[in-house]
């Protein structure tokens, strides 16, 4: 396990964040009106209440791609030691969340953005590890 010994902190981030990343797009491709649903509901007073479909698909495309390119980053890293893709990843991540964040903080979730701070830190931290 060269990869852990050479990036421990790194890998273990970027593991992290592709399974929360990559399962939350997963799970809205394979229960897309259920999260649809939801959605509009919590968003039912909120500035975003008509355009829940149009931004759940937004959200979910940027999840996909920042797991995806994560995945190419942990391969990157073991192969050449290379952090392009990985740091290209963690940062689609933080503007997800921070997305994610605008919305909660509208639907006046304020729990649910709160929540949202512990992902952040883990991202910042590892744009911070794979950017130096």
């Keep these: 396990m060269n990869i852990l010994s050479n990036y421990p902190a790194e890998v273990l981030i970027l593991l992290f ?12 491709l394979l229960d897309w009106s259920g999260n649809v649903s939801f ?9 975003f209440k008509n355009s829940v ?7 979910l495309v ?10 190419l980053g942990v ?8 952090k392009e893709f990985a740091l290209l ?16 903080r509208l639907a006046k979730d304020y729990a649910g953005a709160m929540s ?4 952040f830190i883990v991202t910042l931290l590892g744009v911070y590890l794979l950017n130096s």
């Design 17 to 28: 964040l592709t399974v929360t990343f990559l399962q939350s797009g997963i799970d809205k």
């Design 39 to 47: 959605l509009k509901e919590h968003f039912k007073n909120s500035p």
């Design 53 to 59: 479909p149009l931004l759940l698909a937004v959200i």
């Design 62 to 71: 940027l999840e996909i791609i920042a797991g995806l390119l994560m995945v």
């Design 75 to 82: 391969y990157q890293l073991y192969t050449s030691g290379a």
């Design 89 to 104: 990843g963690a940062e689609l991540c933080a503007v997800v969340l921070i997305f994610l964040l605008i919305g909660q």
């Design 116 to 119: 949202l701070a512990v992902y």
